[in-house]
């Protein structure tokens, strides 16, 4: 797996794989962000994410924001995370800025994803 780049192989993007993971109803939140997982459905052994930004978060510049920090965020840890396909809901209106904000998505994303994925009923990853 290359450390650079979001190739289409790490990402959850059809509806199906999007509602795939809802209906798993395995999710854990922090103070702005809530992960959902399923078992990855197939295809490679790696973790796969997808986003989810709501309307209700601000406009395009925010929602594209928070959509490019968690990206970017999910790029550099995806090796720390257990494979699973992962959405990824934010519900937090401001972007965190700086390395200090990207360090906190990043933190976030692996905790989320390690409490998420350890309980009982998540078979897979």
């Known amino acids: 797996m290359a450390t650079h780049g979001f190739p289409r192989a790490a990402r959850v993007w059809r509806p199906a794989d999007f509602e795939r993971v809802f209906a798993a109803r395995h999710s854990a939140a922090s103070s702005g962000l809530v992960l959902h997982a399923a078992p990855s459905a197939g295809g490679p052994a790696c973790p796969r994410l997808g986003v989810s930004v709501s309307r209700r ?69």
């Open 57 to 125: 978060v601000g406009n395009a510049v925010v929602r594209n924001g928070w959509k490019r920090r968690v990206r970017e965020a999910f790029r550099r840890v995806r090796r720390r995370m257990p494979p699973a396909d992962y959405v990824v809901v934010v519900k937090a209106r401001r972007v965190p800025s700086g390395a200090a904000g990207a360090r906190l998505v990043e933190d976030a994303l692996v905790a989320l994803a390690t409490r998420v994925t350890g309980r009982r009923g998540f078979v897979g990853g």
